[in-house]
C-alpha cells in the first residue's frame, strides 16, 4: 500500500516511524471500545487502518475473552483510539480462556 504524501512530495517523518515500526500484530481500541488484533497491512494519512487475519476480543466479567473471527478488516481512522504492538510470543502464552475483565466503555468527547 502507498504511503500518502505531503504537499512537497514526501512522507512525513511520524508517517515513516509509524509504518516502519508497526506493520506487524498489533491492537487496536476503537471509541467504541472495542479490541481489534490484527496484522497491519497499510494506513493512510487519516489513520484508516488496514488489518489481516484479524479478531475482536470481546471481555466479559463472567467468561473468558471471546474471540470473533473478523477476518481482512478496515477500521475508520476516526474511530481509532489506541494502537499497539502485540509481542506475538507473550500474546500466545495467554490463556485468554480464564481472563476476566469488564468491556471498555466508550469514549467521551
Known amino acids: 500500500m502507498k504511503v500518502s504524501e505531503n504537499a512537497n512530495g514526501s512522507i512525513?517523518?511520524?508517517?515513516?516511524?509509524?509504518?516502519n515500526e508497526l506493520l506487524g500484530t498489533?491492537?487496536?481500541i476503537t471509541s467504541d471500545g472495542r479490541m481489534i488484533v490484527g496484522t497491519l497491512k497499510g494506513f493512510d494519512q487519516t489513520i484508516n487502518l488496514i488489518l489481516?487475519?484479524?479478531?475482536?476480543?470481546?471481555?466479559?466479567?463472567?467468561?473468558?475473552v471471546e474471540q470473533v473471527v473478523l477476518g481482512l478488516y478496515i477500521v475508520r481512522g476516526d474511530n481509532v483510539a489506541v494502537i499497539g504492538e502485540i509481542d506475538e510470543e507473550t500474546d500466545s502464552a495467554l490463556d485468554l480462556g480464564n481472563i476476566r475483565a469488564e468491556p471498555l466503555n466508550s469514549v467521551v468527547h
Not at 512525513?12 to 509504518?19: G, Q
Not at 489481516?52 to 473468558?64: A, I, L
Open 12 to 19: 512525513s517523518d511520524i508517517s515513516k516511524h509509524f509504518l
Open 26 to 28: 498489533v491492537a487496536v
Open 52 to 64: 489481516d487475519e484479524s479478531h475482536e476480543r470481546v471481555f466479559s466479567s463472567s467468561q473468558g
